[in-house]
Structure formats: structure tokens, C-alpha cells
């Protein structure tokens, strides 16, 4: 349960309580503990002010910009790595034990 900061509208008394949210705003098990008055204001305190951006606005909130973002960067770091490769595909003879060779049709 959260705690809220209520005025009294009666004695101008600032006090704050635990009690459950109420989608009414009323609060009406809530009162004044120095009039015993339920005439409240629910007043704003800094703890229920959220200061956020709205979704998707950062960069990095944003699923097209981080895709696009990582795809580039992988894409680049695939490049460099196919440069440096010493395997290539000139010089390249597969192994083929399966098909033919000295144990071609054993089962071991």
C-alpha cells in the first residue's frame, strides 16, 4: 500500500497516511488525525510525479533503430572477418568419407 499526503480542508492540518489506492480519488476511510475531519485534499508530492520518456522515444527504446543499429555492426564485423579469413573457398577440397574411400559401405 502506498502513502499519500492529504490537507485538511477544515484545520489546514498536513498529514501523511498508508492506506490503499482508491480509483475515486474520495479515500473516505482516511482522516484528519488532528480534527478527526474527512474534508481532505490528496495533495501532489514529488514521489508521485514520474519523469520518463514516453515510449519509444530514446534511441535505444526504439526497436528499429537498435535492429538497424546491431545489423550494421554485425554485418561489419562479418566483413572483416571474411577479409582476414586464410580459409577461402579457392584452395578448398571437402572430405567426403561417406560416398567413397578405403571404408566406403562398412558399418563399424
Known amino acids: 500500500m502506498p502513502t499519500y499526503i492529504f490537507g485538511c480542508k477544515k484545520c489546514k492540518n498536513e498529514y501523511e497516511t498508508f492506506t490503499r ?44 533503430y537498435r535492429a538497424g543499429y546491431n545489423l550494421e555492426q554485425a554485418t561489419d564485423l562479418r566483413r572483416k572477418a571474411e577479409a582476414a579469413s586464410h580459409m577461402g573457398t579457392a584452395p578448398y577440397n571437402p572430405i567426403d568419407d561417406i560416398s567413397s574411400g578405403k571404408h566406403f559401405g562398412e558399418v563399424q
Do not use: M, R
Open 21 to 64: 489506492f482508491d480509483e475515486t480519488g474520495d479515500y473516505s476511510d482516511v482522516s484528519c488525525p488532528k480534527c478527526n475531519s474527512k474534508s481532505k485534499k490528496k495533495l501532489i508530492t514529488s514521489a508521485h510525479i514520474k519523469f520518463a520518456q514516453p515510449k519509444d522515444t530514446s534511441k535505444f527504446d526504439n526497436f528499429n
